[in-house]
């Protein structure tokens, strides 16, 4: 861990709506954006974690070659709705679903139009951060950590907050969707926050 200042991390995302809620749930860290005109970055695994990480180590061999400044570490997200009625899909694939589609108001629409009216309409939102240091200041290995938070399907989107599928998503304990809550009480509880507190937990200890 980088002593007597904060902790410098490369985001490898280019989503807009992942890097607003990284830079208040990660603050106190020193983040740095995906710059405009990057490539993109792979994500071809089966699984969350696979896609996570590599995200994460492409983003770190592109920044030894092109980046500007010196940072500690790269994190990267792969996350998604895990919807029990389409055994767990879309799942690593959420961002691909529908691809015909423009908007993710409208590939909500299409998923929830996928379940037959009487389905069970359990859900969870999966979100797995990689975590790769850069050689140097930082030392160990990659590592995952993640969160995930259960709910269930609305019937239509509701709600203007929030990015993706939030609109279409209730958290268990609420009635209100992810887009309807407050961004504030949504970061008490989403996937996301909760890979976060175990990334800030897991560097807070200095084990990586």
Not at 88 to 99: K, M, T
Not at 135 to 142: D, I, L, R, Y
Not at 176 to 196: D, I, N, Q, V
Request: a neutral charge; proline letters at 7%; one cysteine or more.
């Amino acid at each position: 861990m980088a002593r007597g200042r904060a902790v410098k991390i490369l985001l490898a995302s280019s989503n807009q709506g992942k890097l607003a809620e990284f830079r208040q749930l990660l603050a106190g860290f020193d983040l740095v954006s995906w710059p405009t005109g990057a490539p993109s970055l792979p994500e071809t695994g089966a699984f969350f974690q696979d896609n996570a990480l590599q995200k994460a180590e492409g983003a770190r061999a592109w920044w030894q070659s092109h980046g500007r400044e010196a940072v500690d570490g790269v994190l990267a997200d792969d996350s998604g709705l895990c919807v029990d009625a389409l055994w767990g899909g879309p799942g690593v694939l959420s961002a691909r679903f529908a691809p015909d589609l423009p908007s993710y108001h409208d590939k909500g629409r299409r998923l929830l139009a996928m379940l037959p009216e009487d389905a069970d309409r359990t859900a969870r939102f999966v979100c797995v951060l990689a975590f790769v240091p850069m050689p140097g200041p930082m030392h160990g290995g990659p590592f995952t950590v993640s969160g995930a938070v259960e709910g269930t399907l609305a019937f239509d989107p509701r709600g203007d907050g929030g990015f993706g599928y939030d609109p279409i998503f209730i958290p268990d304990g609420h009635e209100h969707t992810f887009a309807e809550l407050p961004a504030g009480t949504k970061h008490t509880l989403s996937h996301r926050a909760r890979a976060c507190a175990a990334l800030r937990a897991r560097l807070a200890t200095g084990r990586r």
